[in-house]
């Protein structure tokens, strides 16, 4: 990536990441009201640090259509409770068991299991008390609803759920490139997705935009994934926040592990490509989209 | 009740809850395509036997209001989804760590923890599915908005999730009868009183006989818990299905040990009347609505 890009991409992410964080920021202090308990452990999980990369993904989808944002805000939002949800469970002692994320303390850790699986279906269940509630700037009802089902299938059993019951049981097979990838598609790439085809929805694309766009997040979601694996054997762990080598340790299905580094990387470029390629048809409005496709094959964190 | 009641209100509930099964093996149905581990193990929690008081009472309500109980019958049975996910995380190893539920093993005991919280998050998540899909007999999309916000509302943190933290919470600190309240209201109040909303948002009922509806499920709600609290410690195991006298083994708060049996009994009755109380300008349509809080004061099970 030339510097210019780089920097006009850091420039966009900082700010985008900023309006997100503000939308989340007024969204959960209407909780605030509640037991301080849980208030303080959905406010931890949601602010521990996460790239933002789901809302971000759906409000630059609305910019490369030429839409509002303020009108994306509560989808965006939406999207990263689920995903912040999805991440407390998952680090769950009867799950991975993990002690720390981004370099924090991970939910359970901090408040205890019983109040990590509540902030966790807490934080899911006001995703869609966010997605119903009536705005200022409002969107059809009919189109809200449409977002509604995208989002929830995407999370559900057939999406976020299903890949997760997958990695779980998976841990006692052998390595198998098709199961990996099927887990990718549910587990992360089926919610970028659904991102993605928010932004359609609320913009009213064009049937093959609106294809496009689902292309590149399913190529995206893929590429993040596989970035992640690599890093995970390459990676340094100071600028990672978690330790390296902790996937192989476990004996965890990765891209590395069932491709080889080298042909990891290579199928990652290829879902670089193939995300920038379905862009074609968009204009310079979707430049934030493929630099964000590129930045996934460069990034160190 | 006399006996010509009893035998109308066995005839009712029996045939609403047949109705109710059938659509919910019809919705589970849809996810049978999935990995069968997490099918089985939602399939499972959801046909253990549960009463199936929430879609019911959501039905009687759609009866009283003379409106169609096909439309109603996705969001009768989201309640149930979200119902059933609650009973599954409430009865986790760091929650109530209950090995028994309505006399099964409970959904931790046979499928293993990882399984049963990934079954509670799908759960919850499927309701969110079946409530914004498209349907054969269409809701309006604002109304079915509203009802979205309605149910998620009362399942979130201000409503279900808030009451279970309280739950936890009060088992360390001092009997109060108002603590004792606000969890029930929140608890299992929210979403009885969103399962009577929803079928006023369904039928375009009247503020005033919205709001009716609404106190008559308050009521109903504070009525089912007392009369559960009291079944504990003078109901039959065997009827029950659990053993009776564990609430006082474990210290837990609960109307009779707080106000004492006798005095348990009467909030009770009263909360039976004021819920039949509140129905009073309804039509014999809305005999069903009354029935079922009758019985739940001479409930043995």
């Known amino acids: ?9 850091q420039a966009y992410l900082q700010d985008r990441r900023n309006l997100v964080e503000e939308a989340l920021q007024e969204y959960l202090a209407g909780l605030a009201g509640e037991r301080e308990d849980i208030y303080r452990a959905i406010h931890y999980s949601v602010f521990a640090g996460g790239k933002r ?47 720390l994320r981004r370099g924090k303390p991970t939910s359970h850790k901090v408040f205890g299991e019983a109040l990590a699986i509540l902030a966790g279906d807490g934080l899911l269940t006001e995703a869609f008390v966010l997605l119903s509630r009536a705005e200022k700037i ?14 929830a299938y995407a999370a559900g059993v057939s999406g976020m759920v299903g ?35 928010a932004a ?23 590429a993040f994934q596989i970035a992640d694996d690599i890093l995970n054997v390459t990676g340094d762990s100071l600028l990672l926040g978690k330790e390296t ?13 069932v491709l080889g580094i080298e042909e990891a990387k290579r199928k990652l470029h290829q879902h670089v490509e193939e995300a920038i390629g379905s862009l074609a048809d968009f204009d310079e ?4 989209l493929r630099l964000i496709a590129r930045y996934i094959e460069e990034r160190q964190k």
């Open 163 to 197: 890949g997760q019951v997958l990695d779980i049981l998976c841990e006692k097979i052998a390595p198998d490139e098709n199961i990996l990838s099927e887990i990718h598609r549910r587990k992360t790439g089926a919610l970028i997705v659904a991102s993605l085809n």
């Open 138 to 151: 409002m969107l059809p009802a009919q189109k809200r609803l449409n977002i509604i089902h995208e989002i």
């Open 1 to 9: 990536m030339i510097e210019k890009d780089r920097e006009f991409l």
């Open 53 to 99: 990369i789901r809302p971000i993904l759906c409000l630059a989808a609305v910019d490369a259509l030429g839409g509002n944002l303020a009108v994306a805000m509560p989808v965006a939002c939406a999207l990263e409770f689920i995903h912040t949800y999805s991440l407390i469970h998952d680090d769950l002692p009867a799950m991975d068991d993990d002690d």
């Open 200 to 222: 359609s929805i609320i913009c009213g694309a064009t049937k093959s935009r609106k294809s496009a766009l689902s292309d590149y997040g399913l190529n995206v979601g893929m």
């Open 245 to 257: 080598g902790s996937d192989a340790a476990r004996g965890k299905m990765t891209y590395p592990s």
């Open 285 to 288: 409005r979707a430049r934030p």
